[in-house]
């Protein structure tokens, strides 16, 4: 069987961009399968597919793989000459911590501010947690600009996990008008600019879905 990922709704499904992007954006093929989230039969077909029931899932004929971040980990693993994290061993421990960070908090910027393609606003930040939470990310871009600059445009130079596991704080950030500084702002676009993502945002904007819950 070739590469398979299973994906939600491209409008709103932050963790099924990320390894969609990966695989993109590293030129590896798949295909792609998408199941429409809360609809009355879509745990039933999530199910068939990932133990969790969750989106985004990925099987070939060697393994199947859930959850964002351990399929990411896989395609680094079956695809080295890819370069899906950073080759050098200092930049790699870095990359896994802020990617880890990344998935396991921040968690105001995932309730307050959902990923929504179709979205365009200019979000009131009125809380101090919150204001912690987009300045962390602020931080974390500009350290990671500011250090490897002349490696190329992303956190570390060449497109790594890492940046498939922000590309949708990028997306919200730009949704809702979160203001960051001019380092943070310049990487955003440099995501932005991306044919993959462009491609993402396009088909997200065109779904006709609408899940409530998601929207503000
Ligand atoms: N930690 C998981 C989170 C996966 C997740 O929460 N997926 C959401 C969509 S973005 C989902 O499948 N929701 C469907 C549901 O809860 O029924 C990962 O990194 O993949």
Redesign the pocket.
């Known amino acids: 069987m070739k590469n398979h990922l299973v994906i939600?709704n491209k409008n709103?499904?932050?963790?099924?961009l990320?390894p969609w992007l990966l695989l993109k954006v590293k030129d590896i093929p798949f295909e792609e399968e998408k199941i429409y989230?809360?609809r009355p039969d879509?745990?039933q077909k999530?199910k068939q597919y990932s133990p969790?029931?969750?989106?985004?899932f990925f099987q070939n004929s060697e393994v199947k793989v859930?959850?964002?971040?351990a399929i990411c980990e896989y395609l680094a693993e079956a695809y080295p000459e890819k370069h899906c994290w950073p080759q050098e061993l200092q930049a790699r421990a870095l990359a896994r911590s802020i990617s880890a960070e990344m998935?396991s908090g921040f968690q105001l910027i995932r309730n307050q501010l959902p990923m929504n393609c179709r979205q365009k606003m200019n979000f009131q930040v009125d809380s101090d947690e919150l204001r912690m939470e987009i300045n962390r990310v602020n931080s974390i871009w500009q350290d990671c600009r500011m250090h490897y600059q002349d490696k190329g445009d992303f956190l570390f130079g060449e497109f790594s996990i890492a940046d498939a596991m922000f590309a949708p704080v990028v997306l919200r950030f730009n949704s809702y008008g979160i203001e960051v500084g001019s380092v943070a702002r310049q990487y955003m676009q440099n995501i932005l600019n991306l044919k993959a993502i462009q491609e993402w945002i396009e088909e997200g904007i065109a779904e006709k879905p609408v899940i409530e819950q998601a929207e503000i």
Do not use: F, I, M, T
């Open positions: 939600g709103y499904s932050s963790w099924s990320r989230l809360y879509s745990k999530l969790a029931g969750l989106v985004p859930w959850d964002s971040l998935h």
